[in-house]
Every structure is written in structure tokens, then in C-alpha cells.
């Protein structure tokens, strides 16, 4: 027991293992929440664009209940009808 | 109904007649074994002075320059053999008659493999030439028909797949050398085993190896061909 | 959009608790190893991810079969995520297993069997989605995606064995007390305690994650389809 080496301090590269898989599991998540935020609003586009022209155009007094983001004027410019 | 017991005499009359088909279409131009060996020469030369060796350590790396070779020179004649088909339009016609689409398989299997080997032949000598080594032993041509094989087998149904995505023949190599890695590692194994003349005992295990991953992926390769060519 | 089930959210905060635990037994609970120093505590996580990432693998085998024989196309983006998820997971296994190397073997990287095989292995993943990039058929992207996902679960095993054939400097730890690999240990009991809680943490952590990534799929689909409605 006397002739053993002394336990090396090895401790630095278990840190850079730890930062590395911390990282990179951080970065998959981010990823994961950033293409989800994305389709999300890709989603509420599209469903806006989804919403038939006729009731926009003809202005019913009665609103639908309130949808989170509601646009009077979109830059797209009215569809032509059919 | 077909009975699956032995192949159909139309079965293999039809792997034959594509298998004739690409041969003699080849041996017309000879543009793609031209090209493949010409390329496989560049390689060899390209090894030759990038390693810069002497005689002795050359001896120890001549298995994996050799396959190596084969390995880059065999996508080249994939990706070709398969563009032509779809280009001009003869897949299509293969898939349009009434055949078994793991004939089509079969058939250009073997044609890829006799492109490959024809290539093999070619580079063997002028291989022996440059490097000063008798590559003609037979154990080493057994490794070099066994891992041929293996390769075109899978490189077959995988250039199907490339050749009909958008990327193409870039595609090929990313997809095949992963999964042929292991026929590329067993045959440099085997190859530097019949070499340096190693134990009979010590080379029997690649070749083992060798012949499993042939059977595995060629029966694998042949099931699911189909799906893959199916419009 | 379905809002995230309940048992999801649950199985989220579960997961970062216990990431956090694992982590804290990895670093402050288990005993230090005695040759190799405080980097053996990185063993934790790369068995625990390569665990989890190899059972991926292996399940999107599975999955290939289920999809050629459903032909549903839900099947596809359960593989997606799965072999997503695992890449990710596999490549923390290999960027451990090298730096754990380093000190322990004085070599940043080495041709040895495992660490070739995990490359090869991780490789062929990658390779799975640069495939399915160049297609623009949801369905002959399915088809493709599954035929390699299962060639490359058949030859992933076969490498293994394959590259077996030379010996090894990897440490075989459950093997025991055999420390005559280099950078071998055998592992104490309370050692133990932590590496399975790790196996298990990550088991947690992989299957929210694998869920999460399949909701992601199912909302790209939807998006998609509205797309097609829209522009139709």
C-alpha cells in the first residue's frame, strides 16, 4: 500500500464531461422548444388564412368568441371570390 | 399458385436476361469499367505517394489500400449502373414486366458484381507491379469475391434508394460505407491474414464473418428490394 | 393543437429531478475511484446514455418492421423520434467515453472495437436523415427511412462482432473484478447503487424526450396538412 501512486486529479475532465452532456441535452431541448414554438406559429397562420373570406368581408355584427390574435387587416390583401 | 420451393425456370431466366442485358450494353461502350478502373488507378497512385513508404511497412497496409480502392471504385460503379437504368427509363420498363422484383434484384446484383470484379482483375496486377507483391494467391482472391459480393449486395439495393432522392449519387457513399463496414474491415482482415501468411486459424474467422454478412444481407437485401423500387 | 397532456408535464419536471439527483450522486455521493481519479465519475452518464441510446436503436428496428407492414405513417414519425432522441443520447456516449479516455488511456481517441462501433453506429443514424432530406414523398421517405433504419440495426450488431475480432483497451466493467483491461475498475457497491439510478434517470429522461419529439411530429404533420389544404 505504501508504493501506490497517489489518486491523479483527473477532476477538470469530469467537469468537461458534465458541461459536454449538460450542453448538449440543453441544446436538444432548446431545439426541441424552438421548432415547436415555430409550428405553433405556423399553425395560427395558417388557420388564420384556413378562415373563410365570406365572414370577414361582410362584417357580421356578431363576433365569433374571442381568438387569441385577431387581425382586422391582414397585408395579404383580400382573396378574390370564386 | 408459384411454387416458392425452387426458384422458377422464368425466375432465373429473367435475373439472366437482365443480367445479359447490362453486360452486353456494357461491352459496347465499356464506359463504366473504363472509368472505374482509371479511377481505381488514380486511388492507387494517390495512396501511393500520399503514404510514402518503404518497402516493408508498404507490405502491411497493401489489404487496406487494396480495399479501399475496390470500396470507392465499386460507388462509383453503383451510382452509374443505377443512374442509367432510371435515366433512360429502364427500370420502369423492368418494373412495368411481369416479373418478380427480386429477379430485378438478383439481376443487377450480379451484373454490379461482375462490373466490380471485372475492375478487380485490372487492379490486381498492376497493383502487384507497383508495390512489388504477388497478389495473385488464391486465399486472397477468395476474400477479394466474398467481400465483393457482400459490398455490391448491399451497395445494390442502396443505390436504388439514392438514385431516387434529390442528393443522388453523393448519397451513396454516406449510406453504404457505414453499414459495409464490417465486410470492408473482415475482408482487410482476411486479406492482410493471406499476405503475411498468418495462421489458417487466425484468417478462418473473417472469412466466417465474410460469408455470414453475405448471406444475412443479401437475403435482407432481396425482401425488401421491393419496397424500394414500388412506385 | 392538443394542449400537453398532464402525464407529459408530470414526466418533465420528473425528468429534470431526476437528472439533477443523478447528477448530484454522480458527483458528490460516490466514492472516488481510486486509479483513475474524479473522471470515472463521467462512467455514469455515458453508460447511462449509451444504454438508452443502443435500446433506441434497436426499437427503431422494430419500428421499421411495424411501419413496412402497417404502412401508417404514425410509425414513421415514432421512428423519427426515436432515432433522433437516441442520436443525441449516443453522441454524448461518445464524446464521454473520449474524454474519459484521456486521462485514463493518455489518448484523446483510439480504433478500439466499442468506440469504432459507437462512430459506425452513430454514423449510420446521421445517415438516416440525410436520406430522408433528399425525399420529398412523405411516403417513399417513410419506406426509405425504414428499409435503413433496419439495415443499419442489422449491421450495427455485426460491426460490433466484427471489429471483436481484435483485442481490446476498453474497459469490460461488468465483467467485474478482471482490471486487467486497461482503465478497467470494479465497481464498490454504493458505486453500483448510483450507476443503476443513472440507468434509470435516463431511461426517464429519454422516454419524455422520445414523447415530446413525437408530439413535435404529430404537429408537423398537422402543419403540413393544413398547408396542403390552404394552398389547395
Redesign the interface.
Known amino acids: 500500500m505504501f508504493f501506490q501512486e497517489p489518486t491523479p486529479d483527473t477532476s477538470s475532465y469530469m467537469i468537461a464531461g458534465y458541461v459536454v452532456a449538460f450542453i448538449v441535452m440543453g441544446l436538444y431541448v432548446a431545439s426541441l422548444y424552438l421548432r415547436n414554438r415555430n409550428l405553433n406559429r405556423d399553425m395560427a397562420m395558417l388557420e388564420e388564412m384556413d378562415k373563410p373570406v365570406v365572414k370577414m368581408e361582410l362584417k357580421q355584427p356578431k363576433k365569433k368568441p374571442a381568438k387569441p390574435q385577431t387581425k382586422s387587416v391582414t397585408k395579404r390583401g383580400r382573396k378574390k371570390r370564386p | 399458385m408459384d411454387d416458392h420451393s425452387q426458384p422458377t425456370p422464368f425466375f432465373l431466366r429473367a435475373i439472366l436476361a437482365i443480367v445479359w442485358k447490362d453486360l452486353r450494353a456494357e461491352f459496347r461502350s465499356l464506359e463504366l469499367v473504363s472509368s472505374m478502373l482509371v479511377f481505381s488507378l488514380l486511388v492507387i497512385l494517390i495512396f501511393n505517394f500520399a503514404l510514402e513508404l518503404d518497402i516493408k511497412t508498404r507490405q502491411s497496409v497493401t489489404a487496406g489500400v487494396l480495399w479501399a480502392t475496390f470500396a470507392f471504385a465499386g460507388t462509383l460503379g453503383l451510382n452509374r449502373s443505377m443512374s442509367i437504368e432510371k435515366d433512360r427509363g429502364c427500370m420502369d420498363g423492368l418494373l412495368l414486366a411481369p416479373v418478380d422484383r427480386s429477379a430485378i434484384y438478383f439481376g443487377k446484383f450480379i451484373s454490379n458484381l461482375a462490373f466490380m470484379l471485372l475492375v478487380e482483375v485490372f487492379v490486381l496486377p498492376i497493383y502487384s507491379v507497383l508495390y512489388n507483391t504477388n497478389l495473385f494467391q488464391p486465399g486472397l482472391l477468395l476474400v477479394i469475391l466474398l467481400g465483393s459480393i457482400g459490398y455490391t449486395a448491399v451497395g445494390t439495393l442502396l443505390a436504388a434508394m439514392s438514385v431516387q432522392t434529390r442528393t443522388r449519387d453523393v448519397l451513396l457513399p454516406i449510406l453504404l460505407f457505414p453499414v459495409a463496414f464490417s465486410v470492408l474491415l473482415a475482408a482487410v482482415k482476411a486479406s492482410g491474414g493471406f499476405l503475411s501468411n498468418s495462421e489458417l486459424t487466425d484468417i478462418l474467422l473473417p472469412i466466417n464473418l465474410l460469408i455470414a454478412y453475405d448471406v444475412i444481407f443479401i437475403a435482407v437485401a432481396f425482401m425488401v428490394f421491393d419496397i424500394v423500387v414500388e412506385e | ?1 392538443r394542449p400537453k397532456p398532464m402525464t407529459l408535464k408530470i414526466l418533465d419536471v420528473i425528468s429534470i429531478l431526476v ?1 439533477g439527483i443523478a ?1 448530484y450522486l454522480a ?1 458528490v455521493v460516490a466514492p ?11 462512467f455514469y ?2 453508460v447511462g ?1 449509451a444504454w438508452t441510446a443502443l435500446l433506441g436503436f434497436i426499437f427503431s428496428a422494430v419500428l421499421s418492421v411495424i411501419y ?1 407492414v402497417t404502412k401508417d405513417l404514425k410509425w414513421d414519425r415514432i421512428q423519427v423520434a426515436a432515432i433522433e ?1 437516441s442520436l ?1 443520447f449516443f ?2 456516449t461518445i ?2 467515453g473520449s ?2 479516455a ?2 485514463a488511456w493518455n489518448t484523446w481517441w483510439t480504433w478500439d472495437p466499442r468506440l469504432t462501433t459507437a462512430t ?2 452513430e ?2 443514424y446521421i ?1 438516416y436523415f ?2 430522408r ?4 414523398d412523405p411516403d ?1 421517405r417513410a ?2 427511412g425504414a ?2 433504419a ?3 440495426g ?2 450495427a450488431p ?2 460490433f ?3 471483436r ?1 481484435f483485442r481490446t483497451i476498453h474497459p469490460v466493467v461488468i465483467g467485474g473484478s478482471n482490471v486487467n483491461a486497461e482503465g478497467g475498475f470494479s465497481m464498490t457497491a454504493d458505486m453500483l447503487g448510483v450507476f443503476f439510478f443513472a440507468l434509470f434517470a435516463f431511461t426517464v ?1 429519454f422516454i419524455d ?1 422520445f414523447w ?2 413525437i408530439r ?1 411530429g404529430d ?2 404533420e ?2 403540413e396538412q ?2 396542403l ?2 394552398a389547395g
Open positions: 393543437m437528472l447528477a458527483l472516488t475511484e481510486l486509479v483513475m481519479g474524479d473522471v470515472q465519475r463521467v452518464f455515458h446514455t413496412l432522441v443525441v453522441f454524448i464524446v464521454l474524454i474519459w484521456r486521462p459506425i453506429t454514423l449510420i445517415a440525410m436520406l432530406q433528399g425525399i420529398d417513399r419506406r426509405f428499409v435503413y433496419l439495415l443499419g442489422i449491421s455485426i460491426t462482432f466484427a471489429i475480432l429522461i424526450l415530446n419529439r413535435l404537429l408537423q398537422q402543419v393544413l398547408k389544404k390552404v
